[in-house]
């Protein structure tokens, strides 16, 4: 088995604290930053807890894309024998099938959040008999009336200890924080009324313009009861960060400033002046049109990453792209000696990137949305295992989570979407235990300044909220 961290001990002996034979946190909230090995922390945990108390039935609920790193975690960090694992991350009538046939031979059920959005599924998981219940990621059940989080919470009732894990469990405004605590322990720590919550952490600062045209509220918290929550929420759990507790090599953060080319000008100006652009492709003149600032937001995008929808859904690839030559440019520097990661948000970008990469014969594989897990899973592999493989070209959402891509050294942004939470994981798939291998991590952002990318950067940054920064580009364009 894999030696265990310092922080991972730690976390192991405050977390099985017990007093009268009895685990003192039966409940337990692991907030480690990415890369800091929360699955091996409460595997570590509860293979302690299975040696006094006997094996029980657990349910782990993950991201689809790392059910399958899940069985491997188990098998590398436990006894467990692989006979009693089930992993369900199949297309809906085979994963029923094969989870009603498992329920009497399983011990450890492996399944993904939007599965149980299936009440067939949902009833079976009821029947497993569960003991544990694991949320990965449980930041994903931040939002208290989505049915996710409602489904997830009843499944929790029956369980005798729960783990969170996350390395993001606050994002955007510690309200978050109220769902995942409920799933854990009840209502213990924060009760079981959102609002009775709300009403006693935080206030509205636009309050005073209730009832008036425009009014919308602004859910701040109430900078005197932020120590009563952080007593709570540090009372039950365990948080690390990676400059605290692994000896990583250094993260180079470098951005690329890149050009439009007098085309994408010309298009982006047309489109932010008048919501219409119009484009000719193969002596046919269509239109791309943009009738919402958000839909707008989008349009723009896309054409600063080099290609646009027109009015009938078809996809018009821009013939000259500097963004796309300086990835090249970057590429041919660094890939005979460096497997790099080309992060990117759109579909057609990923055509656009391949295209580059069969041009200069270099080999890549893909990590998208489109895929199923298996496919995902092999694409991991052969990119982490085999020396030919040089490069990954990725989907931030599909890809940025709960994967392990160590053996690259560089990761480079050809596009991003607004989501920080996104940016975040995707950089810690190669800036994570592991990344030792290397003198050196390296991140590089394409940039077109004066554009769309300046309204993400200062999204990701975190000085305010998407909703603002996006009303804020509004008004002005």
């Not at 009324?193 to 005073?208: L, S």
């Not at 893909?366 to 020396?387: H, R, V, W």
Request: aromatic content about 8%.
């Amino acid at each position: 088995m894999v030696k265990s961290w310092k922080h991972q001990t730690d976390a192991k002996v405050i977390a099985n604290e017990r007093t009268h034979n009895a685990w003192v946190k039966p409940n337990y909230a692991l907030f480690m930053e990415p890369g800091c090995g929360k699955t091996k922390t409460v595997l570590d945990i509860l293979s302690e807890r299975f040696d006094r108390d006997g094996f029980l039935p657990t349910v782990i609920l993950c991201p689809l894309v790392v059910c399958e790193n899940w069985r491997r975690e188990i098998l590398m960090h436990t006894d467990i024998d692989e006979s009693l694992i089930g992993v369900y991350n199949v297309s809906g009538p085979k994963r029923l099938k094969t989870l009603n046939a498992d329920l009497k031979t399983k011990k450890i059920f492996i399944i993904n959040y939007d599965a149980i959005l299936n009440e067939q599924v949902f009833q079976s998981l009821m029947g497993t008999k569960l003991k544990v219940l694991i949320c990965d990621e449980s930041h994903r059940l931040k939002s208290h009336n989505a049915k996710r989080s409602q489904k997830v919470f009843l499944l929790s009732k029956a369980a005798k200890w729960r783990f969170l894990l996350s390395g993001t469990p606050a994002l955007k405004s510690p309200m978050d924080l109220f769902q995942q605590f409920k799933i854990m322990d009840a209502g213990k720590t924060f009760g079981e009324n959102f609002w009775a919550f709300r009403g006693h952490f935080f206030e509205d600062k636009n309050a005073r313009w209730v009832g008036r045209q425009g009014y919308f509220p602004d859910f701040q918290p109430r900078q005197k009861m932020m120590p009563e929550m952080e007593t709570r929420v540090h009372g039950l759990s365990f948080s690390a960060l990676k400059k605290d507790c692994l000896d990583l090599p250094p993260l180079v953060r470098k951005e690329i400033i890149v050009d439009l080319s007098p085309e994408q000008k010309r298009l982006y100006n047309e489109m932010k002046r008048d919501f219409v652009t119009f484009i000719e492709n193969e002596g046919k003149v269509s239109a791309v049109v943009a009738t919402m600032a958000m839909t707008k937001l989008q349009r723009l995008h896309q054409i600063t990453t080099g290609f646009a929808n027109n009015d009938k859904g078809e996809t018009i690839e821009l013939k000259d792209v500097p963004r796309l030559t300086a990835l090249r440019d970057l590429l041919e520097d660094v890939v005979d000696n460096h497997k790099v990661i080309v992060w990117a948000c759109y579909k057609h970008n990923y055509k656009m990137i391949a295209g580059v990469l069969d041009r200069m014969d270099v080999k890549y594989n893909l990590l998208t949305g489109d895929q199923n897990a298996k496919e995902k899973q092999e694409n991991i592999d052969s990119f982490q295992n085999d020396p030919s493989v040089r490069v990954m070209v990725a989907n931030q959402s599909a890809g940025g989570i709960g994967v392990n891509l160590t053996a690259s050294s560089y990761s480079i942004y050809y596009s991003k979407d607004f989501s920080l939470e996104n940016d975040n994981q995707s950089e810690a798939r190669n800036y994570r235990g592991g990344s030792e291998i290397h003198e050196s991590v390296t991140r590089v952002d394409l940039h077109a300044r004066g554009t769309t990318d300046d309204v993400i950067k200062e999204a990701l940054s975190g000085k305010s909220d998407i909703l603002s920064t996006i009303l804020a580009w509004a008004k002005n364009n």
